[in-house]
């Protein structure tokens, strides 16, 4: 599936050139969604002219933040053999910062994510990046679930509960114990859902996974009690109208929930979409993340204290425990409840694609981004990368290696003393 998200990313260089006042250099994940540091490029496919000098903006806005797995010791570039980089940098370690490309001379780069209470965040900013926050995926839900806006869902009920349980590698491992759990306390038959065995990014049944986390794995044979399915994660930018007119309530597995983040997605925003009430299954506070961005949640209907409890075995079992008490309603008190609920899901629904909401979103990105650029010009400097390449050009394999490379996409030695000479001027 091909999602144009440049889009996104030419809109936030737009932003980036009108704060900043020069040009930038827009990096970000392609294939979009990858974590692999080799597909960080450039938004042109053709590096800038000021790439080198440019003011750097890593967009790592659609996945959660992971220091350690983008953590990558050869990510100078791939064309100087990494022995010579070894050999000229002592000690090598401190020498690669975390996804930096030293294609820069800026000591200071900014980092656009979209996570809140991030530990790996920390980290980052050690690393000389400049944090820029903003609810990516809620712009993102607004373009792929746009035609909701004019779907008319006629109800025509035949299970209590949706619940899509796709990809479960990573920290999504929880979805197979949660699944787990609705068999054991036989609500399995009064939702619409079903199972991905096999993990789409791994390709191996969930028997074969080593769970990062062992209380995650499930104890019963999962395709023996619910329907086998093989979509893929990013299914979840699509919706089935028939899914939301034959269910009531949605029960959204969010990419994290074993986990102190804040950081929903397009997920959270699906059922809002579509004018369904929902419950989330997230790290806690999430509800109240929602109500930040001028949404109600459903504590008036049913209770929602699960969202403040932060024990994750303990919160999904108050889950479960609330979706027993409500598949528990008699005809009568569901009637009452889901006239309730569609108040609150109508009142959602028209928030998500109101200005307001859009407004709200990016007036937070537009200010956080201007917040990171006076840093940037009260900070900044080049002493890293003078530093760094004295000492390169002090060893005789790096300086001949240089001399004699033929490959255009890197600089020459001539041109690297250039660009050393505009930094040591700069710093």
């Known amino acids: ?43 042109l496919y053709t590096p800038p002219d000021n790439f080198v000098s ?49 294609a820069n001379i800026n000591d200071l780069a900014i980092l656009v994510h979209s996570e809140k209470r991030s530990i790996n965040l920390t980290q980052y900013q050690q690393d000389n990046f400049i944090p820029v926050y903003y609810w990516s995926h809620a712009v993102i839900a607004l373009d792929w ?9 006629t109800k025509n009920v035949k299970k209590v509960f949706l619940i899509y349980n796709r990809a479960w590698s990573g920290t999504r491992e929880y979805r197979l114990k949660f699944i787990d759990l609705l068999i054991d306390q036989q609500l399995i038959d009064r939702c619409q859902t079903s199972v991905n065995v096999i993990e789409p990014e791994l390709g191996i049944h969930y028997s074969q996974h080593r769970f990062k986390n062992p209380q995650w794995q499930p104890a019963h044979l999962l395709e023996n009690h619910s329907t086998v399915n093989p979509t893929a994660s990013y299914a979840s930018a699509d919706f089935d109208t028939t899914d939301y007119e034959s269910t009531d309530v ?10 102190g983040r804040l ?7 699906r059922p809002i979409a579509c004018g369904q009430p929902f419950i989330l299954v997230a790290t806690p506070g999430s509800l109240e993340y929602l109500r930040d961005y001028g949404f109600k949640t459903y504590n008036t209907v049913w209770d929602e204290s699960y969202d403040l409890i932060e024990n994750p075995q303990q919160r999904m079992g108050a889950i479960v425990d609330l979706m027993q008490s409500i598949a528990a309603w008699t005809p009568e008190v569901r009637v009452q409840k889901m006239q309730e609920t569609q108040i609150i899901a109508d009142y959602n629904r028209q928030h998500f694609f109101s200005s307001t909401f859009f407004n709200h979103v990016i007036l937070e990105l537009r200010d956080n981004f201007k917040s990171a650029v006076d840093i940037f010009n009260t900070k900044n400097t080049c002493q890293h990368y003078v530093n760094r390449w004295k000492i390169l050009l002090a060893n005789q394999e790096m300086v001949d290696f240089l001399r004699n490379n033929n490959d255009s996409s890197f600089l020459s030695l001539d041109e690297i003393k250039n660009t050393l000479r505009i930094a040591e001027q700069k710093s």
């Open 145 to 153: 679930f746009r035609f909701a806006r004019h779907n008319k869902f």
């Open 1 to 43: 599936m091909s999602i144009p998200l440049d889009r996104l990313y030419h809109f936030i260089n737009n932003i980036a050139n009108e704060i900043y006042g020069d040009a930038t250099v827009i990096i970000r994940p392609y294939p979009y969604g990858s974590k692999k540091i080799e597909d960080l490029t450039s938004l």
């Open 250 to 259: 949605e029960v959204v597995l969010e990419t994290l929930f074993d986990d």
């Open 263 to 269: 950081h929903l997605t397009e997920k959270s925003l």
């Open 54 to 102: 440019g003011f750097h903006v890593y967009c790592h806005d659609q996945e959660p933040l992971d220091y350690d797995e983008m953590l990558c010791a050869q990510s100078e570039c791939k064309l100087i053999p990494f022995q010579i980089l070894r050999n000229s940098l002592t000690p090598p370690t401190k020498s690669f910062p975390n996804i930096r490309r030293y």
